[in-house]
């Protein structure tokens, strides 16, 4: 270890951090950047499936199309940035989390139409909570049924929003 002292343009901030990740390189951001661009093309394709209506009268395909745009828009942002390869980080075990919560969101979307609302909102948001926020029991349990019940009131009683649901008040 050097005692010399930092010349007077150096900071503390310019040491590498002994915990950074491992940069991920070009490939890893191109894969990045075309996952999204695929995802939204196929969004975008299934939403011109459904009427896409108007501005002023809207169709139940218009925002998933515009959401699909936005997601294509972001991948292609990425691809170009991606010539850079330092703002990529390499795959750590944190992407387990990250798989977990995507294939727990597939199963709530799947599940939805089927069971209803309650259900799948409540296992979604315990699970998210307790396993990947590592939140106790408790705070999961309240938290869980607290939200559920906070969304069942607003988009269902407030709103009128005709989401498949089991609880009819």
Known sequence: MSALPMAENETEDALPEPDAPAPGGRGLAAVAGAVPVVLGAAAAWLSLRLD?????????????????????????GILVSARRAGGTEAFTRG??????????????????????????????????LRFLGRESWLSTALLSV????????????????????????
């Open 52 to 76: 896409i209506g108007t501005l002023t009268d809207p169709g139940p395909g218009l925002w998933p199309l515009i959401v699909s745009a936005l997601l294509v828009a972001t991948g292609i």
């Open 95 to 128: 992407a387990i989390s990250v798989a977990a919560a995507a294939v727990a969101l597939f199963a709530y979307a799947s599940l939805f139409e089927v069971v209803g609302f309650e259900i799948p909102t409540l296992l979604l948001l315990a699970a998210w």
């Open 146 to 169: 607290g939200v559920t019940a906070a969304a069942y009131a607003l988009f269902i009683l407030g709103l009128g929003v005709p989401l498949p649901h089991l609880i009819v008040l």
